[in-house]
């Protein structure tokens, strides 16, 4: 009899740590106009420009992180989506002109982002790591980039393919 007792509570408690593991390590979703993605608890949302929908010229959000590097020194790391018309053989998005034009260091290659192939450059230095990956979808570009420093590239790395793993276009 006294086993029995013994057993719900324990099971109770096993039910309540489930919960809360499942609540603290569940992400968030961003979900406007015409596009949807998660991104990770640790991240949270700054700006937005636009509402991601046909007919909007600029559309533009961007998440932040805080990381402290070994010195104890704290830093923004940066990751932004944007979504732009396009225009007659130019694209236009400053910081995709900027990472063009210093090829120091930069790698560029193609993937397969939500069903459409994009190009993606990365450009990793003693202090700054950033990447960029172009979809070109109708009549836009979705450009997301992440700038991080180079300390936190490995966890701005993986919520920025998060992103990219479970973004969808309609």
Do not use: C, H
Not at 75 to 81: G, L
Not at 97 to 108: F, H, R, S
Request: aromatic share 10%.
């Amino acid at each position: 009899m006294e086993r029995n007792n013994f057993i719900l509570p324990v099971i109770l408690i096993l039910i309540i740590v489930i919960v809360l593991i499942s609540v603290f390590s569940s992400g968030n979703t961003f979900q406007m106009g015409q596009i949807s993605f998660d991104y990770p608890n640790g991240w949270s949302q700054s700006s937005i420009v636009g509402d991601f929908n046909n007919g909007t010229l600029y559309n533009e959000v961007i998440f932040t992180s805080m990381f402290e590097n070994s010195d104890g020194m704290s830093q923004d790391a940066y990751i932004i989506i944007q979504m732009q018309q396009k225009t007659q053989n130019t694209l236009n998005i400053p910081s995709t002109n900027l990472l063009l034009t210093n090829t120091t260091g930069t790698t560029v290659g193609s993937i397969k982002v939500a069903n459409f192939t994009a190009t993606q450059m990365g450009n990793y230095g003693p202090e700054i790591a950033e990447k960029v990956t172009i979809i070109e979808e109708g009549n836009y570009y979705l450009v997301i980039t992440y700038i991080t420093p180079t300390y936190a590239a490995n966890q701005t790395s993986e919520a920025y393919n998060q992103i990219l793993q479970t973004l969808t276009i309609s």
